[in-house]
C-alpha cells in the first residue's frame, strides 16, 4: 500500500516537472524575454463568468462568450490567504504575487512582521537587464502596483509609497496618478514636481505622441479622480484612454532587444465589486481583457520569447452567477441598462436631492440610468422599497458608507434591485476567501496548470525568465 502510494507520488511529481519545464513549442531552452502581468483585481472565475455569460446572453446565446483570457493555453487556481488572515487583501496578495512570499494584511513588500523587505520580480527582471513597466486603473501607489515597486509597513502610507516610483529605476509608470500627491495634509512637496530622470506627462496626446527616448516616463492620466485612479471603464468619455490603448502604447515604448517585463493591473474591478456594482464590473472586466488582447497581438510576433500570465489577486464581493430571488433563471442581458457606474451615478443624481424634487423624478432617473421601470420591471414591492429608500435620502440624508465612497440610499437600493433582477448575487462589500484562477500562454505555460499558492507564482515566472 505504502508502496503504491510512493509510486504515484512518483508519478505525479514527473508529471508537473515535465508540465513546468516544457515550452509551447516544445523547447525548454527558451527564455521569456518579454512578461506581461496582468492582474485583475478582485477577480476570480465568478467575476469572469458573469462577463462572459452576459456577453452571450446580450447577443442571445447560450453558454459563455469566451473572453481572451480564458481562450489562452493554460489554466490552474491558486490559494490566496495571507500569513495572518485566511481572507487576503490586495497589499498581502501583491506582495505575494511580486515577491514569493506570504505577508501580513496591508504590508507592501515586507516580511509579515515588517522587518525585512523583500525583493519584488520587477526588480530582478531590471537587473537582468528588462525595460520595466507598472501600470494601473487606480492610483500607481495603491496596494497592487505599490507591491512592485516599494516597500512599506502599511499600503495607506501613500506619499512614502509614491516617493519610491522616483527610486525605482523602472522605466514606465502608467495610469492612474498619486493619491496624496502632497500627503494627506497636503503639506509636504508636490510628487508631480519631483526632480528626477523621469519625464512626467499628465496629458493624454503626450502620451501617446510619446516615444522612447522619453524614458522613463510616468504617466498619470489626465482625467483622474480625486483619489487619483483612472474613471471607471462604463464612465470613459471621449479624449480618455482605454486600458487597451495604455497596454498598446506601453508595449510600444518599452520593446527593446532586452526584452521587458510589464505589471498590468486592472484595479477597479475590484471597487466595482465592492460596491456590488455588477454592470460596471463587467465593463472594468472588458476594458481588461482588451488589455490582454494587445499582448496576444504582440505574442504573435515573438511566440518563442513571450509570456503571458493572467490572474486575480482574490475574490471581491462573493459574486454568485444566480440568486435566491430568480432560483434557477438568470438574466444578465438586463444589466446593458446601467449607464454609468455606481460612483458617477451619485454625482448625476446630486442636482435631483438638492433640488428638493419629488419621488417621480427620483424614479425617472432610475428609469433613465437603470432601466428600472422601463425594460426592467418593477412590481407593487419594487415601488414601495424605493419609495421607503427615497424617503431615507431626500429627508435624513441616509448614505450607503462603500469602502471606496458612499451611495445614496435610494441609489443603493435601486443598484441591489438590477442586480437581483438580473440573477446576479452578492454576499459581502469585502473580499472573500475564494481560489483565484489563472490564465498562461507562452514560455513555461504549462507551469501555471493545476493548484497552487500565489507565492508560487512569481516563481514559475522566474523560472521562465531564467532568473
Ligand atoms: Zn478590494
Known amino acids: 500500500m505504502k508502496y503504491s502510494r510512493l509510486i504515484v507520488a512518483a508519478i505525479i511529481a514527473?508529471?508537473?516537472?515535465?508540465?513546468?519545464?516544457?515550452?509551447?513549442?516544445?523547447?525548454?531552452?527558451?527564455?521569456?524575454?518579454?512578461?506581461?502581468?496582468?492582474?485583475?483585481?478582485?477577480?476570480?472565475?465568478?467575476?469572469?463568468?458573469?462577463?462572459?455569460?452576459?456577453?452571450?446572453?446580450?447577443?442571445?446565446?447560450?453558454?459563455?462568450?469566451?473572453?481572451?483570457?480564458?481562450?489562452?493555453?493554460?489554466?490552474?487556481w491558486f490559494y490566496n490567504y495571507a500569513e495572518n488572515r485566511f481572507i487576503t487583501g490586495s497589499a498581502a496578495a501583491g506582495t505575494a504575487l511580486s515577491t514569493g512570499h506570504k505577508t501580513s494584511i496591508n504590508t507592501i513588500g515586507k516580511s509579515a512582521d515588517r522587518s525585512q523587505n523583500l525583493k519584488s520580480i520587477s526588480y530582478k527582471a531590471k537587473e537582468a537587464g528588462m525595460k520595466v513597466g507598472i501600470i494601473s486603473t487606480v492610483s500607481i501607489d495603491h496596494a497592487t502596483p505599490a507591491a512592485f515597486y516599494a516597500n512599506a509597513d502599511k499600503r495607506n502610507q501613500y506619499y512614502v509609497i509614491g516617493k519610491q516610483v522616483f527610486t525605482s529605476g523602472f522605466?514606465?509608470?502608467?495610469?492612474?496618478?498619486?493619491?496624496?500627491?502632497?500627503?494627506?495634509?497636503?503639506?509636504?512637496?508636490?510628487?508631480?514636481?519631483?526632480?528626477?530622470?523621469?519625464s512626467i506627462i499628465r496629458e493624454n496626446k503626450e502620451f501617446l505622441e510619446a516615444n522612447q527616448n522619453k524614458l522613463p516616463i510616468l504617466f498619470a492620466h489626465q482625467r483622474l479622480h480625486s483619489d487619483g485612479a483612472m474613471p471607471f471603464a462604463i464612465d470613459m468619455n471621449e479624449g480618455d484612454l482605454t486600458l487597451e490603448q495604455i497596454v498598446g502604447k506601453s508595449i510600444e515604448l518599452l520593446d527593446n532587444p532586452n526584452g521587458f517585463f510589464m505589471m498590468v493591473e486592472g484595479g477597479k474591478i475590484d471597487w466595482a465589486c465592492h460596491a456590488n456594482d455588477a454592470a460596471t464590473m463587467i465593463k472594468g472586466m472588458i476594458d481588461f481583457d482588451n488589455a490582454i488582447g494587445k499582448a496576444i497581438q504582440f505574442a504573435a510576433n515573438?511566440?518563442?520569447?513571450?509570456?503571458?500570465?493572467?490572474?486575480?489577486?482574490?475574490?471581491?464581493?462573493?459574486?454568485?452567477?444566480?440568486?435566491?430571488?430568480?432560483?434557477?433563471?438568470?438574466?444578465?442581458?438586463?444589466?446593458?441598462y446601467q449607464t454609468m457606474s455606481h460612483e458617477a451615478l451619485v454625482e448625476a443624481f446630486?442636482?435631483?436631492?438638492?433640488?428638493?424634487?419629488?419621488?417621480?423624478?427620483?424614479?425617472?432617473?432610475?428609469?433613465?440610468?437603470?432601466?428600472?421601470?422601463?425594460?426592467?420591471?418593477?412590481?407593487?414591492?419594487?415601488?414601495?422599497?424605493?419609495?421607503?429608500?427615497?424617503?431615507?435620502?431626500?429627508?435624513?440624508?441616509?448614505?450607503?458608507?462603500l469602502l471606496y465612497g458612499s451611495v445614496q440610499q435610494f441609489l443603493f437600493t435601486a443598484l441591489q434591485m438590477l442586480n437581483?433582477?438580473?440573477?446576479?448575487?452578492?454576499?459581502?462589500?469585502?473580499?472573500?476567501?475564494?481560489?483565484?484562477?489563472?490564465?498562461?500562454?507562452?514560455?513555461?505555460?504549462?507551469?501555471?496548470?493545476?493548484?497552487?499558492?500565489?507565492?508560487?507564482?512569481?516563481?514559475?515566472?522566474?523560472?521562465?525568465?531564467?532568473?
Request: aromatic share 8%.
Open 14 to 76: 514527473a508529471f508537473v516537472l515535465t508540465a513546468c519545464s516544457s515550452t509551447n513549442s516544445g523547447n525548454s531552452s527558451k527564455k521569456a524575454k518579454y512578461v506581461f502581468y496582468f492582474i485583475g483585481d478582485g477577480v476570480s472565475l465568478a467575476q469572469l463568468s458573469l462577463t462572459e455569460a452576459y456577453l452571450a446572453q446580450l447577443n442571445k446565446k447560450p453558454g459563455m462568450q469566451q473572453l481572451n483570457q480564458s481562450k489562452l493555453n493554460a489554466h490552474g
Open 171 to 198: 522605466d514606465l509608470f502608467a495610469g492612474g496618478g498619486f493619491k496624496y500627491p502632497k500627503g494627506r495634509k497636503d503639506t509636504l512637496p508636490d510628487l508631480y514636481e519631483t526632480e528626477s530622470d523621469i
Open 302 to 336: 515573438h511566440p518563442d520569447e513571450t509570456l503571458i500570465v493572467v490572474l486575480g489577486d482574490h475574490e471581491t464581493g462573493g459574486l454568485s452567477l444566480g440568486n435566491e430571488t430568480l432560483h434557477y433563471k438568470t438574466k444578465f442581458d438586463l444589466l446593458q
Open 350 to 401: 446630486r442636482p435631483i436631492l438638492e433640488n428638493n424634487s419629488n419621488f417621480t423624478k427620483a424614479m425617472d432617473f432610475i428609469n433613465k440610468n437603470l432601466g428600472l421601470g422601463g425594460p426592467v420591471e418593477l412590481n407593487e414591492k419594487d415601488k414601495l422599497k424605493l419609495k421607503n429608500a427615497w424617503k431615507a435620502t431626500s429627508n435624513h440624508n441616509n448614505e450607503v458608507e
Open 420 to 467: 437581483e433582477k438580473a440573477g446576479v448575487g452578492w454576499t459581502t462589500e469585502a473580499h472573500t476567501g475564494l481560489p483565484v484562477v489563472v490564465h498562461a500562454q507562452g514560455v513555461n505555460e504549462g507551469c501555471f496548470e493545476g493548484i497552487m499558492d500565489n507565492t508560487d507564482v512569481p516563481k514559475r515566472i522566474e523560472k521562465a525568465m531564467g532568473i
